[in-house]
């Protein structure tokens, strides 16, 4: 069973701390993608990653860094966290090659207060 | 920029019904496009995907179509559970860029 792992489904941070986000993949995918959720706002995208060490801005990138020393294995950064970030985030991968499905990880909910 | 939406935001139907869900995007220049289904606090779980080349895929009671050159797929469920109650989003990938509509709320009463 193909598997997108994402290190914690809640989190409590206060603002101004650093926060990492971890999510892994067993499928030996080339992409990877950081994506945040809010009510009414839909799917938005932050950073994705095509390759190790390789990183392209989304839609939202402010406030965010990434980091893909692995392949399996991408981090999503808040470099100072802000209660504007408390959000759903949502980790997926997909090949890179091909008309391929993307898979997705269970999601963190996380708090900044 | 590829804009997806999805129509309606909301959907309660009785258990036993068979029904629609509507997706359409603004550029027909798709490599696929994706079905997702979302439980509240959870991930998404893929349900079909349908390449650009093609018109239709089934699973089981779901049945998703896809007209690219109108800019529309539909997601159509039969004889809908009330295990069927989730969220449902549509995605469009261009390669490295996939976009999501809203998502459509569905519930299924018993």
């Known amino acids: 069973d193909v598997k997108v792992t994402q290190s914690s489904r809640y989190l409590v941070k206060r603002t101004g701390e650093k926060v990492f986000l971890e999510c892994v993949q067993d499928?030996?995918?080339?992409?990877m993608f950081w994506y945040r959720q809010d009510p009414g706002l839909g799917l938005r995208l932050i950073y994705f990653s095509y390759d190790v060490k390789m990183k392209e801005k989304g839609d939202i990138p402010e406030g965010y860094s990434v980091s893909r020393e692995k392949k399996e294995r991408f981090s999503l950064i808040l470099e100072s966290a802000s209660t504007n970030q408390t959000s759903m985030y949502l980790c997926?991968?997909?090949?890179?090659?091909?008309?391929?499905?993307?898979?997705f990880g269970q999601g963190t909910r996380l708090t900044v207060v | 920029k590829q804009e997806v939406t999805q129509i309606p935001a909301a959907l309660s139907v009785p258990e036993g019904e068979n029904l629609v869900l509507n997706c359409s995007f603004t550029d027909s220049a798709i490599y696929n496009l994706q079905w997702f289904r979302q439980d509240p606090g959870k991930g998404l779980t893929s349900l079909l995907l349908?390449?650009?080349?093609?018109r239709e895929q089934t699973s089981g009671r779901l049945n998703a179509s896809l007209d690219k050159s109108s800019g529309r797929s539909t997601l159509y469920i039969a004889a809908s559970q009330p295990g069927d109650s989730a969220t449902y989003l549509c995605?469009?990938?261009?390669?490295?860029?996939?976009?999501f509509g809203a998502g459509t709320r569905l519930t299924v009463k018993p």
């Open positions: 349908i390449q650009s080349s093609q």
């Open positions: 995605a469009v990938n261009n390669n490295n860029d996939m976009r």
């Open positions: 499928m030996d995918h080339e992409n």
């Open positions: 997926a991968s997909k090949r890179n090659v091909g008309n391929t499905e993307a898979f």
